[in-house]
């Protein structure tokens, strides 16, 4: 790439303010910038704009960022691409690194987080580019003079030594002829003890080797005479095994294989993210546990007195029997008794079945999901600790807004998160607004929990959608319920958003797409 040639970014983003922000961001930094709506207008723009790097959402209407990175991966290998992920979702970053993305980073995007992910990319680009501009050169034959064959074996080994993955080469004999400085950091052995030295079997496991060549001959990894992204573990000096990705290439002379070249890529970055991944599970489970402790303490004293009716009820109608046949009026009072206890036990079984479905550990499921019922069932799990903390519930229902494509556990984990909030921001008591309504134009419902309680710094106001982040005391509480809410609306291909003024109460805004359309 020329030193004067700017660089060109092409950010894909379903949501017009982050591409806002980002591409003033962007701009700021240097960059050349086009923006796009979707995956497939992002992909239109790349072929005309012709961009070094692409920073695509995962979670976008019709074309997600994965089938973004998968049709540039094919049509522009070359172009590094970036996914902007939510937290929780390292399963889709793990994804994206396997299918070859430079770089990932969650959101909300951090301006220094960016600015890493472009370095790595920048590296990666021009590696890439000096790459291609070596093969150019020896593909010209034209290198007639001992001066300039000398220039190419020295921008040969500096391009070899400089690339960010692993480079082995090998002789027909699979003796290692080429072995970079990638590889002396991965696997901890000189160049010294490799060249000329060890086999390619050394580097493998016992059977390794042949397993990977067996591939190479194969159909599914990148087809017959080709490894592609095939996954192995490789041996360290110190005997230490390491997972790692290896796409490799015969060394063809005249019709006939003379060697062999593989590009490796360290894995251990990736496996740290699935550990990453299955701690993040964990704590999206903690964090619901937490509020399903809370509930409980609340649930207990909801279906106490209901309880305690159907016990009077029952001891009251035992006393009547007991003192004989029943009169006409006794039949007529039982009748009452009867429903108030029928009424009374089917209040106590939802709100128990509310608890237990709220409790259940189970893997996301995308349903039609009714608005009016499911902020009904949050308002029953938390109605009594919002009486007991003095709390008026304002509760707005807007012309029974359209239903929304969701899992339902989530969110209403969502709900409560904010409605504990809320509950947490007024400790002398207040106001607490809940309402929906179909915002028309967007195709979205929109969901708001309004409180007046204290409010939130200007200085906190950036980071409170950040993991761990807290303005708690300590030992009341993590950091975790927002950035779940985050997550899980990201995952819903919605948005979050907040207003909030110290004194003056917060406003959280829930934007999700109704079934059937696209915002």
Known sequence: MDASEKWRVVLIDDEEDIRDVLTLALTDAGFEVASAHDGKTGLELCRDFSPQIVITDIRMPGMSGLQVLEHLKDSRPETEVIV?????????????????????????????????????ARERYSARQQLADYTRLLEQENVETTQELLTAIAFQRGLIDSSMDGIIGCDGTKKVVTFNRAMEKMLGYSRFEVLGRMDLADFFPPGGADEALAAMSGKSHGGPGRLFMFETRLLAAG????????????????????????????????????????????????????????????????????????????????????????????????????????SETDRCSQIVSGLLAFSRRSQPEFTEVDIEDLISRSVALSRHKLEMS????????????????????????????????????????????????LDGPRKEVVITVRDTGSGIADADLPHIFEPFFTTKREGYGVGLGLSTVFGIIEHHNGRVEVESRPGQGSVFTIHLPASGGSH
């Open 84 to 120: 902007a992920t939510a937290f929780g979702e390292m399963d889709v970053a793990i994804r994206a690194l396997q299918l070859d993305a430079s770089d990932f980073i969650t959101k909300p995007i951090s301006d220094q987080a960016l600015q890493m992910a472009l370095k790595r």
């Open 239 to 342: 005997g230490q095994t390491i997972p790692a990705q290896v796409s490799a290439t015969p060394i063809v002379e005249q019709g006939e294989a003379e060697g062999l070249v593989l590009f490796l890529r360290d894995l251990r970055d990736i496996r740290r993210l699935e550990r990453d991944m299955a701690d993040q599970a964990r704590i999206l489970h903690q964090d619901k546990m937490m509020s399903l402790g809370r509930l409980a303490a609340s649930v207990v004293h909801e279906i106490n007195n209901p309880l305690s009716g159907i016990l009077n009820y029952a001891r009251l109608m035992r006393k009547i029997i007991l003192r004989g046949p029943l009169s006409p009026g006794h039949l007529e009072k039982f009748r009452g008794y009867l429903d108030l206890i029928e």
């Open 390 to 437: 003095n709390i008026e519930l304002d509760l707005t229902m807007n012309s029974s807004p359209p239903k929304v494509s969701g899992d339902r556990n989530q969110l209403q984990q969502c709900l409560i998160n904010l409605i504990f909030n809320a509950i947490d921001a007024m400790p002398r008591g207040g106001r607490l607004g809940l309402s929906a309504t």
